[in-house]
């Protein structure tokens, strides 16, 4: 179903200082895996798009928000209280998995930072899923709900601490770990990195078409 | 390698020309609307860059006839040549390209632009062009391939520059598969003004209240959102790129420092939001630009802008933001996945205004859906919001399904389409069935237009003056006589074809 509804929150959940989940009542809000919502406090001037967090098929709807300073949308949703409403509209995008019973089929997903929520709520949807997850962060604090992962799925390149899966940036990672070129590649999270991720693994020999980006930054 | 980016002079029944307006759209006008095609002229610098020898072949801004603009192409005898093209002249540039490759069998031609792109077949089917372009990036393809196409004389064959489709013979092509999404757009480089002969395009434009005005290079290309349905920044294929900040300033500075740029405005996307949109607002107060004489503009989503950005931005003489409202009820908003709701836009633009910003409103008529209720509720709406001085200018349009946008998907699937002639597809009337006369929907234009004279709106111009800004002055002294030469043009543009 597509349209604005009125949603009510359920919760915020802190997973660092900035960042967190909000649950809202699901209130007939129907989703493909992967895509994304317009959200933001009831009647505020501005609203952001994130993508749905938990499995569509939850009681509930979750999203991963980072608030960066300043930013309006994300502060007042981190602030938010049981029973606050929110507005959200959508759902929209095409970054989905088309066939995810497909056997043999494998995946590699790389995001940053809270890009990481679609594929959340891939392993969440489809949990025969054989893929590899690359998480980028600053800080082994920024591995958002690692458990939710199968044990040797999940690998944290973290960048300005030891102690993570990986000492380094994805692109370090993936240039000492080439992709099997039949792997379809889902590039999630800053523009810069997805451009960069994408040229990586072109130059591996993943072809273009197995190839699927989204940026909201 | 000599290579051409051509914009033929295009010339309707009634002596208007095809004009590139705002979003990419074509429009037939009689009055001169100039609009630089950033994309275009950031990949001419680049391939200038990389040693081409480049023609900017803009016959509409040079003015040129379309025979003398023809002849003085063929007798420049290029390599290459790249044409843009849409919907509403599609048929027109099959047409070219047959005439083209006969009098130049060797130059490979190159088609770009958002029709294209998504029906490449159709047009290696209609016509003898080389290349389909199938990238929003034309800069990086353009820059991949042309030197390539130098080097390789199998290039037909063994090309593996991803995004395009290459005619092999005849009655073959080949895909080279899925272009880049993504491009680091810093790589690309800021326009060459003197190539592009910007000064062509920096007076006959409806948006610039100061002269001359220019169009900065891509900020983020395309749309940071991207889901409205009727947009040709949308679609599966489509997301968006984006530049530094950084990069950008330079830019803008140079712009005011060594062109003596006047307006600037960004329109080759959805413009930078939250932080990045507060950082170059600094950036423009740091550098002290705002006290240059030069207003600068941007195009937004409603959503986008919070106060305190929205301060910034005034306090750094920006003065023009061009928002899409599109339509005033929520079924309409809801179908165009606008991603907002009505009372946000009436919370954004008491914002924009607050802060002595002049919000220009686009509005579109004519959905396949648009009852007589939902028309008269954006008429109302619209007019209300002007004449409360919560927007200075507007511009409407008939909503037209183009370039196999999702909407136009959608009016095919619905069978609403009342034609599949393309020439039709050129915004002068309406092609869709509708549950109302088309004839409401024109009249609608005239209303809305019709605020301009309204002395409500022209009052509240005049208390403007007391505010004490230039820019008031200049709205109604300086701009208003020119807005309404060109209110006359589209209200005729839009309703007299019906």
């Known amino acids: 179903m597509e349209g604005t509804l009125r949603h009510f929150v359920q919760s915020v959940r802190p997973l660092t200082d900035a960042t967190f989940v909000i649950r809202i009542d699901r209130h007939g809000f129907r989703a493909l895996p992967g895509q994304h919502v317009t959200l933001g406090p009831h009647r505020s001037a501005t609203n952001r798009e994130y993508s749905l ?44 998995i088309e066939r995810p019973a497909d056997p043999g089929r494998r995946y590699l997903f790389v995001a940053t930072g809270a890009g990481i929520a679609p594929f959340h709520c891939f392993v969440r949807s489809y949990p025969s899923l054989d893929y590899r997850l690359l998480h980028g962060v600053a800080t082994l604090a920024d591995r958002y709900e690692r458990e939710a992962y199968a044990p040797g799925r999940y690998v944290a390149c973290v960048s300005r601490e030891d102690g993570g899966e990986y000492r380094g940036r994805v692109t370090d990672y993936l240039r000492e770990h080439p992709v099997e070129t039949d792997r379809l590649c889902y590039l999630c999270g800053h523009s810069a990195m997805v451009a960069r991720v994408y040229d990586q693994l072109r130059e591996q020999g993943v072809p273009s078409d197995n190839l699927l980006t989204e940026t909201f930054f | 390698m000599k290579v051409a980016i051509s914009y033929p002079p295009i010339v309707n029944a009634r002596g208007q020309v095809a004009m590139v307006s705002q979003n990419r759209n074509v429009q037939y006008f009689k009055i001169p609307t100039f609009l630089l095609p950033i994309v275009h002229a950031q990949a001419a610098t680049w391939l200038r860059d990389l040693g081409c020898e480049v023609r900017w072949d803009d016959g509409n801004a040079q003015r040129k006839s379309f025979e003398t603009w023809y002849e003085e192409l063929v007798a420049w005898r290029p390599d290459v040549v790249v044409f843009e093209s849409t919907t509403p002249v599609m048929k027109f540039y099959w047409r070219l390209v047959g005439r083209l490759k006969n009098d130049l069998p060797k130059t490979v031609v190159i088609m770009t632009g958002y029709h294209s792109m998504r029906q490449p077949e159709e047009t290696l089917r209609a016509c003898a062009v080389d290349v389909v372009v199938q990238s929003n990036h034309v800069d990086f393809v ?120 006047r307006e600037i405005f960004d329109d080759s996307g959805v ?228």
């Not at chain 2, 004519?366 to 109302?380: D, F, I, N, P, S």
């Not at chain 2, 409407?396 to 998907?409: A, G, I, K, R």
């Not at chain 2, 237009?449 to 800004?469: E, I, K």
């Open chain 1, 53 to 96: 967090y938990s499995s569509p098929e939850a009681p509930y709807l979750e999203f991963l928000i980072r608030a960066r300073p300043g930013s309006e949308t994300a502060c007042a949703l981190q602030r938010a209280q049981p029973g606050d409403e929110v507005d959200l509209a959508g759902p929209y995008g095409d970054f989905l």
């Open chain 2, 142 to 261: 353009l820059r991949r391939l042309l030197p390539y196409l130098g080097e390789q004389a199998d290039w037909r064959t063994a090309c593996t520059i991803e995004g395009l489709f290459i005619r092999v013979d005849e009655n073959v092509w080949r895909s080279t598969g899925t272009f880049k999404r993504v491009e680091d757009l810093n790589l690309s480089p800021d326009i060459d003004r003197d190539l592009v002969s910007w000064r062509r395009y920096a007076f006959e434009n409806g948006n610039f209240l100061r002269t001359p005005g220019t169009y900065a290079t891509s900020v983020i290309r395309d749309c940071t959102f991207g889901k409205c349905t009727f947009c040709r920044y949308n679609g599966p294929d489509l997301t968006f790129s984006v530049r530094s900040v950084e990069r950008s300033l330079d830019e803008y500075q140079r712009l005011i420092e060594e062109y003596g740029v």
């Open chain 2, 271 to 498: 413009w930078y939001r939250g932080e990045q949109a507060r950082a170059f607002a600094r950036g423009i107060l740091d550098r002290g630009l705002h006290r240059r004489g030069c207003y600068f503009g941007f195009n937004t989503r409603f959503g986008y802008m919070d106060e305190e950005t929205v301060a910034l931005l005034a306090k750094a003489n920006f003065r023009f933001v061009l928002v899409g409202l599109e339509a005033a009820d929520e079924e309409t908003l809801l179908r165009l996945h606008k991603g907002y709701l009505p009372h946000q836009a009436y919370r954004n633009l008491e914002v924009f205004t607050r802060y002595g910003l002049h919000p220009h409103l686009t509005i579109m008529v004519g959905y396949y859906w648009q009852t007589a209720a939902q028309l008269e509720l954006t008429v109302r709406t619209v007019r209300d919001l002007m004449l409360k001085g919560l927007a200075r200018t507007l511009q409407v349009t008939l909503c037209t399904p183009l370039d196999f946008t999702p909407y136009h998907l959608e009016c095919q699937e619905a069978g609403v389409l009342l034609t599949d002639d393309y020439d039709a597809f050129d915004m002068s009337k309406l092609i869709v069935r509708t549950p109302i006369p088309h004839e409401a929907y024109y009249q609608a234009i005239r209303d809305l237009y019709g605020v301009a004279t309204d002395p409500r709106f022209v009052a509240r111009q005049l208390r403007y003056l007391t505010s004490g800004r230039a820019r008031d002055w200049e709205f109604l002294f300086r701009y208003g006589w020119r807005a309404l030469r060109r209110v006359r043009n589209h209200v005729y543009n839009l309703t007299s074809n019906g």
